[in-house]
């Protein structure tokens, strides 16, 4: 396969699989729920509202029409209206994505950089105590509950230490003495560019905790992907060649097999961010970040199921987009992938 | 020796050195005690729980929000129920849900992935076009959407991990058996007229059984983690059941002060799903061997 029939397959495979997301939710909201309008109003509706519910989601048509109707709306932008904001679902979800962005990626690449180095400092002390203790560290990682951590780095940070706010984007007397201009949605990055160094402060000490209980997961994974991969990479016939002639065993880690480790280590990259998107529906409630994982809970919690279907096919595009980005980058780095 | 001993030598030579192999790994084998400590403890709860009856969730309002002291060990909660046994009574519903649930994403993530594989064509590629849908989307938030839209209750959570996870192992045993229909033992079966279901149960599933095996068991941390959250959101377990997720929920207005209230149930998800975690990192040390650890 060329690299170009293997991009037009990969971006085919991308567009089916946000139709089957979208349907499986179709399934869920209109198939599923025993009264379908009374679920769409809330319980505490007049009869009016029930009917123009019925009529706007074609209730009375058969399942065929509707499911048309709903692919419809969903290409054209029209995801209908929130029932506890009052306004369409799409803005409220424009508005509430890139704080979600900013925790996601700050939260990787963190995890990234941090598990790498200790990946390949482990495998070069294969064996040793410190060894164990950080595979008992990265497999902690992976095992902890992520809300649960969230409430204690809490408690530690805001109330034994005192160093760190509890919760929030920023603080009210900041963000009304110095108010960030929105440019981008996300507070530290604007705070950032428009040089607004007051607010700049402040959203940072309210960006670490969520940033770090959203890594914990992937450090591990990431940590643990570096390490077996870099103990293989040791042995390939080259590297041995390396050692043998006396290569500086800093220069043999880190340029010759980290080199041919990364690989791997960038595909659970890719994989974690599926669990870091996830991590926000409890991250973000807890430390209240006004992100789509707070507006995703929230939304689920009030029975706002306009918002809950839009939420989740804004995830499904977030998430078939970042791996697109992810096979692609690796098929042009690496033109064997595509080739496969 | 036995007749039965003497045909199957080399198969107990294996599964003794396996065993070695397993118990050299310390960390491994701390994890399992733990495992069936944790089992033990959800067991026989009833009668070591200091206080059973608050267990099962009656409140005592005269003794609410109280500190860790000699009378209740880890303190009690916004009822006045003595957290230490709400732990111990809460050591179950992880435990039976991570065997059930899992049980049931093998249940019917294996044998489809087996059928797809073994007869190819046009069924396996349905399969694995509905197996990438459900890949390409965040498992955990899927099960949540699921419950959002069934109800909350212990038992749809569990439905909708399972709805959303068994596409993992139809893609596992999948590829599986894909390579494996062309071994010669199964190319001889069928030459010999062996019906192709029976080749399915009898050779294709079976020799995928180690990577499943390896995979469930990391999996159980992972079932245990999920369900949990589904229990923080409110959308698993209800009160007054006692749940480590839910408690974790309970104590989450009071965290700052009380912290005792959730902070102990998370610490117990924390030590049992790493538990598993270790468990399952040995077993793939001895199931796979090319696995480099």
């Known amino acids: 396969m060329t690299v170009r029939a293997y991009v037009v397959r990969r971006l085919a495979l991308a567009v089916f699989v946000l139709l089957g997301i979208a349907s499986i939710t179709f399934v869920m909201a209109r198939v599923v729920p025993s009264n379908v309008a009374q679920t769409y109003v809330g319980s505490n509706a007049r009869p009016a509202q029930i009917a123009q519910a019925t009529k706007i989601l074609g209730l009375d048509k058969p399942l065929y029409q509707q499911y048309g109707i709903y692919m419809?709306?969903?290409?054209?932008?029209?995801?209908?209206?929130?029932?506890?904001?009052?306004?369409?679902?799409?803005?409220?979800?424009?508005?509430f994505f890139p704080a979600t962005l900013e925790l996601v990626i700050a939260a990787l690449i963190l995890a990234t950089i941090f598990g790498i180095i200790l990946g390949v400092t482990t495998a070069h002390m294969r064996g040793s105590w410190l060894d164990h203790v950080m595979r008992l560290f990265s497999t902690g990682g992976v095992s902890i509950a992520s809300f649960w951590l969230a409430l204690m780095l809490q408690i530690l940070f805001f109330r034994m230490l005192h160093l760190l706010p509890v919760a929030g984007e920023t603080s009210i007397t900041v963000a009304q003495a110095h108010p960030i201009t929105s440019i981008t949605g996300m507070p530290v990055v604007d705070a950032l560019i428009t040089g607004n160094w007051v607010a700049f402060w402040d959203a940072?000490?309210?960006?670490?905790?969520?940033?770090?209980?959203?890594?914990?997961?992937?450090?591990?994974?990431?940590?643990?992907?570096?390490?077996?991969?870099?103990?293989?990479?040791?042995?390939?016939?080259?590297?041995?060649?390396?050692?043998?002639?006396?290569?500086p065993p800093r220069v043999l880690l880190y340029k010759a097999a980290l080199k041919n480790a990364l690989g791997p280590v960038f595909t659970v990259v890719g994989l974690t961010f599926a669990n870091a998107l996830t991590g926000t529906f409890f991250v973000e409630l807890i430390f209240?970040?006004?992100?789509?994982?707070?507006?995703?809970?929230?939304?689920?919690?009030?029975?706002?199921?306009?918002?809950?279907?839009?939420?989740?096919?804004?995830?499904?595009?977030?998430?078939?987009i970042a791996n697109l980005v992810v096979d692609l980058a690796q098929a042009v780095v690496d033109p064997r992938i595509a080739l496969r | 020796m036995s007749d039965w001993r003497v045909r199957h030598q080399s198969s107990l030579d294996e599964a003794r050195y396996n065993v070695r192999?397993?118990?050299?790994?310390?960390?491994?084998?701390?994890?399992?005690?733990?495992?069936?400590?944790?089992?033990?403890?959800?067991?026989?709860?009833?009668?070591?729980?200091?206080?059973?009856?608050?267990?099962?969730?009656?409140?005592?309002?005269?003794?609410?929000?109280?500190?860790?002291?000699?009378?209740?060990?880890?303190?009690?909660?916004?009822?006045?129920?003595?957290?230490?046994?709400?732990?111990?009574?809460?050591?179950?519903?992880?435990?039976?849900?991570?065997?059930?649930?899992?049980?049931?994403?093998?249940?019917?993530?294996?044998?489809?992935?087996?059928?797809?594989?073994?007869?190819?064509?046009?069924?396996?590629?349905?399969?694995?076009?509905?197996c990438d849908v459900f890949l390409a989307f965040p498992s955990l938030i899927l099960a949540i959407v699921f419950v959002a839209f069934l109800g909350p209750s212990i038992r749809n959570a569990m439905i909708a991990i399972v709805i959303s996870w068994w596409p993992w192992y139809t893609r596992l045993v999948r590829g599986m058996a894909v390579s494996l229909r062309e071994r010669p033992y199964v190319e001889a079966a069928k030459t010999m007229g062996v019906g192709d279901f029976h080749i399915i149960a009898r050779h294709i599933l079976p020799n995928s059984f180690g990577p499943v095996i390896v995979q469930m068991t990391l999996d159980i941390g992972t079932v245990i983690l999920a369900a949990a959250g589904l229990s923080f959101i409110g959308l698993g377990a209800q009160p007054p059941v006692a749940d480590w997720g839910l408690m974790i929920s309970e104590g989450r207005a009071y965290i700052l002060d009380q912290w005792w209230i959730g902070a102990f149930a998370g610490l117990a998800i924390l030590i049992l799903v790493l538990a598993f975690n270790l468990v399952g990192d040995g077993l793939r040390d001895v199931l796979d061997p090319r696995s480099k650890r």
């Open chain 1, 72 to 95: 419809k709306g969903l290409v054209t932008g029209d995801w209908g209206n929130s029932l506890r904001t009052k306004r369409p679902v799409l803005s409220d979800i424009l508005h």
């Open chain 1, 288 to 320: 209240a970040w006004p992100g789509l994982g707070y507006y995703a809970t929230t939304s689920i919690l009030g029975a706002d199921y306009p918002a809950i279907v839009g939420v989740t096919v804004m995830i499904a595009f977030v998430y078939v």
């Open chain 2, 21 to 130: 192999i397993f118990f050299k790994d310390k960390l491994a084998v701390i994890g399992l005690a733990i495992i069936v400590f944790t089992i033990v403890v959800a067991i026989i709860g009833p009668w070591i729980a200091p206080y059973p009856a608050q267990g099962r969730g009656d409140s005592n309002l005269t003794e609410r929000l109280q500190a860790p002291s000699a009378r209740h060990l880890l303190g009690t909660d916004n009822y006045g129920r003595d957290v230490l046994s709400r732990v111990i009574y809460g050591a179950r519903i992880p435990l039976i849900i991570s065997f059930v649930v899992t049980a049931a994403i093998v249940l019917i993530g294996v044998p489809i992935g087996g059928i797809a594989g073994y007869f190819g064509g046009r069924l396996d590629e349905v399969v694995m076009r509905i």
């Open chain 1, 204 to 247: 940072g000490r309210h960006f670490i905790l969520p940033v770090i209980t959203l890594a914990a997961y992937p450090m591990g994974v990431i940590m643990r992907m570096t390490r077996s991969s870099m103990l293989e990479a040791m042995e390939l016939d080259y590297i041995r060649m390396a050692r043998a002639m006396g290569v």
